[in-house]
């Protein structure tokens, strides 16, 4: 059976994209913990990450690194939270986001309330971010 994440890959449901490539996609959190919070997602369903093909974590976490980067530069953070939760949807996911301290790091404080046009801003500056950084093939447009 098709995850939530799979339909939002394939366009069923709608997603914010930051990132597209043959191996994954990476699109706002609908829970935020921070303006950019960004799910990296395989386009393979793999549940739990300790199952995933090395080769493809290892992809994920290269398109983590790129977009905490982002993260960072665009939202002026002091870091870019990762976290592999995997409890919330059984699809591998990586939570990235823009951090400034350990107590950004409680994923049960995440946002729900978030209006459109805050994740539309966020969503704008950082696609320009990953653009500005060099990554502008992989940024679908707005």
């Given at each position: 059976?098709p995850?939530?994440?799979?339909h939002?890959?394939?366009?069923?449901?709608?997603?914010?994209?930051?990132?597209?490539?043959?191996?994954?996609?990476?699109?706002?959190?609908?829970?935020?913990?921070?303006?950019?919070?960004?799910?990296v997602?395989?386009?393979q369903?793999?549940?739990r990450?300790?199952?995933?093909?090395?080769?493809?974590?290892?992809?994920?976490?290269?398109?983590a690194?790129?977009?905490?980067?982002?993260?960072?530069?665009?939202?002026?953070?002091?870091?870019?939270?990762?976290?592999?939760?995997?409890?919330?949807?059984?699809?591998?996911?990586?939570?990235?986001?823009?951090?400034?301290?350990?107590?950004?790091?409680?994923?049960?404080?995440?946002?729900?309330?978030v209006?459109?046009?805050?994740?539309?801003?966020?969503?704008?500056?950082?696609?320009a971010?990953?653009?500005?950084?060099?990554?502008?093939a992989?940024v679908?447009?707005?």
């Amino acid at each position: 059976m098709p995850t939530l994440f799979t339909h939002i890959i394939n366009g069923d449901v709608p997603g914010r994209f930051v990132w597209k490539d043959e191996h994954c996609v990476a699109f706002l959190s609908i829970g935020p913990l921070a303006a950019g919070h960004t799910l990296v997602v395989p386009r393979q369903e793999v549940d739990r990450w300790t199952d995933a093909p090395t080769d493809l974590l290892v992809h994920l976490t290269e398109v983590a690194q790129v977009i905490g980067k982002a993260q960072v530069a665009a939202f002026g953070s002091a870091r870019a939270g990762l976290e592999i939760a995997g409890f919330e949807v059984p699809h591998l996911h990586l939570h990235v986001w823009p951090t400034n301290s350990m107590a950004d790091f409680d994923l049960s404080k995440a946002r729900t309330d978030v209006p459109a046009e805050e994740f539309d801003a966020a969503l704008h500056t950082l696609r320009a971010a990953l653009v500005a950084q060099g990554h502008g093939a992989y940024v679908p447009e707005a």
